[in-house]
């Protein structure tokens, strides 16, 4: 299975911009969005979460929102929620993807401590503080 098969987080605070340019349905190849799950205490637990942990976390998240629609749909997401793709051999997905983010990955300059782990004396700037308390969920809008 292709790594972005697998659900996962990205390791940068991003918000994603996914415009399908043609029709998708349950029989293309889409994506998959465990609602709420981008409401993690990210200062906490940190952004990035290893592919084997996420398998452990996704049972948290039953409500599964599914990137289908029309030609035209526009679905705006938060990247550290857990998300993945879903490949349908027969159905083929064309879409424009667009990423924004303000550079800040939280884990790069830990080593191999999470954020966690440092604790209180790990100092986070309150512009980061603020981004990573934006609770968004996922967007659906139909430009068409």
């Known amino acids: 299975m292709l790594e972005n098969g697998l659900f996962h987080v990205d390791h940068l605070h991003q918000m994603s911009f996914m415009l399908l340019t043609t029709d998708v349905t349950l029989e293309h190849t889409h994506m998959e969005y465990l609602m709420g799950s981008n409401k993690r205490p990210l200062l906490k637990d940190g952004i990035s979460i290893p592919t084997n942990e996420v398998k452990k976390i996704v049972p948290r998240y039953p409500n599964v929102f599914k990137c289908i629609g029309k030609k035209g749909t526009l679905f705006i997401f ?15 997905r064309r879409i424009l993807h667009l990423n924004f983010t303000t550079g800040q990955n939280l884990d790069k ?5 999470t954020i966690k782990e440092r604790g209180e004396s790990l100092k986070i700037p309150d512009f980061i503080k603020r981004t990573l308390r934006y609770e968004t969920n996922l967007t659906r809008i139909n430009i068409n």
């Open 78 to 92: 938060d990247t550290t929620g857990i998300h993945r793709a879903e490949y349908v051999e027969s159905g083929i």
């Open 109 to 113: 300059d830990l080593g191999t401590q």
